[in-house]
C-alpha cells in the first residue's frame, strides 16, 4: 500500500516535498513513478525512478524544477518541486510498478498540490 503526503498550498515559486511511504511492503526492487491530475483533465506522468534510483525520467514541463528520490531503506520515496507554477496545481498520485512489466498497479491516494498566482 501506498500512501502520498506533503501537498498543500503555495505561492508560485515556492517548494513543496511530497512523500510516498510504502507499508507492508519493501519499495525496493522495483521502479515508482509521479503521476498528477489537474481539475478537468487525465492523469498525466510527472517523472519515474529505476529501482536502484540510478535513473530518473522527468517530463519537459517538470525538468530542472523537480526531483524524484527514494529512500528504500526507509519505503520511502520523495518529490522534491521547486520553482512551483500556477499550471503545477493537481492531485498528486505516487505509483509503483511491482511486477516490473511496465506497469504501474499499485496506486497511492494522492495528495493535493495548490499553486496560486
Known amino acids: 500500500q501506498l500512501q502520498a503526503s506533503g501537498g498543500g498550498l503555495v505561492q508560485a515559486g515556492g517548494s513543496l516535498r511530497l512523500s510516498c511511504e510504502a507499508s507492508g511492503r519493501t519499495s525496493s526492487s522495483y521502479p515508482m513513478a509521479w503521476f498528477r491530475q489537474a481539475p478537468g483533465k487525465e492523469r498525466e506522468f510527472v517523472t519515474y525512478i529505476t529501482w536502484n534510483g540510478a535513473h530518473t525520467y522527468y517530463v519537459d514541463s517538470v525538468k530542472g524544477r523537480f526531483a524524484i528520490s527514494r529512500d528504500d531503506a526507509k519505503n520511502m520515496m520523495y518529490l522534491q518541486m521547486n520553482s512551483l507554477k500556477p499550471e503545477d496545481t493537481a492531485v498528486y498520485y505516487c505509483?509503483?510498478?511491482?511486477?516490473?512489466?511496465?506497469?504501474?498497479?499499485?496506486w497511492g491516494q494522492g495528495t493535493q498540490v495548490t499553486v496560486s498566482s
Open positions: 505509483a509503483a510498478d511491482s511486477t516490473r512489466d511496465g506497469n504501474y498497479d499499485s
